[in-house]
Each structure stands twice: as structure tokens, then as C-alpha cells.
């Protein structure tokens, strides 16, 4: 079972950027699509970003399409998300999930390991 650690989540105000970072343990991170889910506090959990296993094709939620850039480095084992232009309606605890499948997907059940969340929270 593949391991996911989110770091770089804080305090941020609204116009502002943060750059979270997803270190995955093991071999096989290259091998799988990857994702952003986050949740606000009293909301369910809502798809943010994906990307395809060789890093060439993402997806984005209409929310963020446009401020945020979802990216990885299969040498590194790492998946980023630059989020820009950062709205109070971002805040939120952001995870980073692994794909059952090499191709970028949205829904939740189609992911099988999550981290344990970073929070992020945008003052107006």
C-alpha cells in the first residue's frame, strides 16, 4: 500500500498563492493517475485536479480551472498543486489520492489511497 504525505498547506489571504507538494512512497507512482480532493468544513469531499500517469493530460474542477496547476515529478515520486489567486471560498483540507488507473478520473471510488490532508485556509 502505497504511502501519501501532503505538506505545504497554512494561512494565506485572498489574491495569494500556496504550493502544495504530495510525497508518495514505493516503486510504482509513475504507474498511476493522481488527484486533489478537498473538503470544506460541513461539505462533502469535491474533486479538484488530476493528472494523467506521464504527467501530459489534466483535468480541473470548474471552481479552480484557470488559478490552480496540478503537476508531478515521477522522479521524485511528488505531485504539486500550485494554487493562485486564492479565494476564502478555497479554504479547505486538501488530499492528495492515488488512481486505481493510469488515466485521469474525478469520482472518489475510483482512488483506493489518500493522504491525511493539509489544511488550507484563505483570510478575506
Known amino acids: 500500500q502505497v504511502q501519501l504525505v501532503e505538506s505545504g498547506g497554512g494561512l494565506v489571504q485572498a489574491g495569494g498563492s500556496l504550493r502544495l507538494s504530495c510525497a508518495a512512497s514505493?516503486?510504482?507512482?509513475?504507474?498511476?493517475?493522481m488527484g486533489w480532493f478537498r473538503q470544506a468544513p460541513g461539505k462533502e469531499r469535491e474533486f479538484v485536479a488530476a493528472?494523467?500517469?506521464?504527467?501530459?493530460?489534466?483535468d480541473y474542477s470548474d471552481s479552480v480551472k484557470g488559478r490552480f496547476t496540478i503537476s508531478r515529478d515521477n522522479a521524485k515520486n511528488t505531485l504539486y498543486l500550485q494554487m493562485s489567486t486564492l479565494k476564502p471560498a478555497d479554504t479547505a483540507v486538501y488530499y492528495c489520492?492515488?488512481?486505481?488507473?493510469?488515466?485521469?478520473?474525478?469520482?472518489?471510488?475510483?482512488?483506493?489511497?489518500w493522504g491525511q490532508g493539509t489544511q488550507v485556509t484563505v483570510s478575506s
Open positions: 489520492a492515488r488512481a486505481l488507473y493510469g488515466t485521469m478520473v474525478q469520482t472518489e471510488r475510483e482512488y483506493d489511497s
Open positions: 514505493g516503486r510504482t507512482f509513475s504507474w498511476y493517475a
Open positions: 493528472i494523467s500517469r506521464g504527467g501530459d493530460n489534466t
